[in-house]
């Protein structure tokens, strides 16, 4: 394939087969075969994927960038204090705001053990926090809340439910 201005000037050229490197999807398969970075040489078989799009990209970027936000937030320490709320009571959405005073909560170190019955014999293993899912008998299952303050975050406390 010969690409040529309005001179008959040549822009740019690219001889695609079935023979060499060239991806193999976009040989009559039904996918486009699609330039991967539109200022890159068009001749070598490196420069082209199968497109990400079914019936290609016309008109568009094949592989647009994706727009990543980095974020200054610490994660959260595996073993770090959090509070619980395990009793299976509906908190409706209350909970979640970062002022929501949960100091009549629970709380306790990660990793949690969620059961109603003894940790099984064997290897001891600690277990830093134990609290009643409410998983029992009866089909029911109640919900638990977790929350914890992030680092850095004074006053605003990441939650999880």
């Given at each position: 394939l010969n690409l040529r201005n309005n001179n008959q000037r040549l822009m740019d050229s690219v001889s695609y087969g079935v023979e060499g490197e060239w991806?193999?999807?976009?040989d009559g398969a039904g996918p486009a075969l699609a330039k991967f970075q539109r200022n890159s040489a068009s001749g070598s078989s490196a420069n082209w994927r199968t497109s990400a799009q079914v019936g290609g990209t016309p008109g568009r970027e094949n592989f647009p960038l994706i727009t990543i936000t980095l974020s200054n937030a610490a994660p959260i320490a595996l073993a770090s204090s959090w509070r619980y709320h395990a009793t299976g009571a509906d908190l409706g959405t209350a909970w979640r705001a970062p002022g929501y005073d949960d100091s009549a909560w629970a709380f306790g170190p990660a990793v949690f053990?969620?059961?109603?019955?003894p940790p099984p014999l064997g290897d001891f293993e600690s277990i830093p926090t134990l609290f009643n899912s409410g998983l029992d008998a009866s089909p029911r299952r109640r919900s638990s809340i977790f929350?914890?303050?992030a680092p850095g975050a004074t006053g605003f406390p990441s939650c999880v439910g």
């Open positions: 991806p193999v999807a976009p053990y969620a059961s109603n019955t929350r914890v303050t």
